[in-house]
């Protein structure tokens, strides 16, 4: 009997266990300041996001101000004291580097996902209303909140694909 009781516990606890949908793609349209979480080709999840100061144009070289722009891969993540969590983007990639490289500049890099400096969400207006900004260095940030579901959702090693 206790052994029935056991085991239609665990049926019945994984049965209502919530399962978190994993994303095997992400892409950035920089236009609509949208990121969008894809799995099996579908859109699952999309977040609005502030860019690079300098918004418009693909990132070519360090302290441009802008977000970069093609395929990479999110490959580490960090816990972040200034934008609590923080995943890495793979830029730059050969091509970039080589651009660069041609005006004897540095292509940059650093760039990442990421919340919003730990000081606003102490902010009676919450984190929400520096997002209808651009500010950020290039990095894509996007709310805490946003920033959670994102961290666990998407594994290292995920494709990113930026667009203008």
Same mark, same amino acid.
């Given at each position: 009997m206790i052994k029935t009781l056991f085991l239609l516990s %665990? @049926? @019945?606890?994984?049965? %209502?266990?919530?399962t978190i949908m994993l994303a095997d793609r992400v892409i950035?349209?920089?236009s609509?300041?949208?990121?969008?979480l894809y799995s099996g080709g579908e859109v699952f999840s999309r977040y609005?996001?502030?860019?690079?100061?300098?918004?418009?144009?693909?990132?070519? %070289?360090?302290? !441009?101000m802008r977000t970069p722009e093609g395929t990479y891969r999110l490959d580490w993540?960090? @816990?972040s004291q200034r934008y609590n969590k923080s995943i890495h983007i793979s830029y730059p990639n050969e091509k !970039?580097?080589?651009?660069?490289?041609? %005006?004897? @500049?540095?292509?940059?890099g650093m760039i990442m996902?990421?919340?919003t400096p730990t000081s606003w969400s102490l902010s009676p207006l919450g984190d929400w209303l520096p997002m209808l900004l651009d500010w950020t260095e290039g990095c894509i940030a996007m709310s805490n909140d946003d920033m959670e579901e994102v961290w666990d959702r998407v594994l290292d090693g995920t494709p990113i694909t930026i667009v203008p």
């Open positions: %665990f @049926l @019945l606890s994984s049965l %209502f266990a919530e950035l349209k920089k609509t300041r949208m990121l969008y609005h996001v502030s860019l690079g100061k300098e918004a418009i144009g693909a990132k070519n %070289f360090e302290g !441009d993540r960090q @816990l !970039d580097k080589a651009y660069a490289k041609k %005006f004897g @500049l540095s292509a940059g996902i990421h919340g």
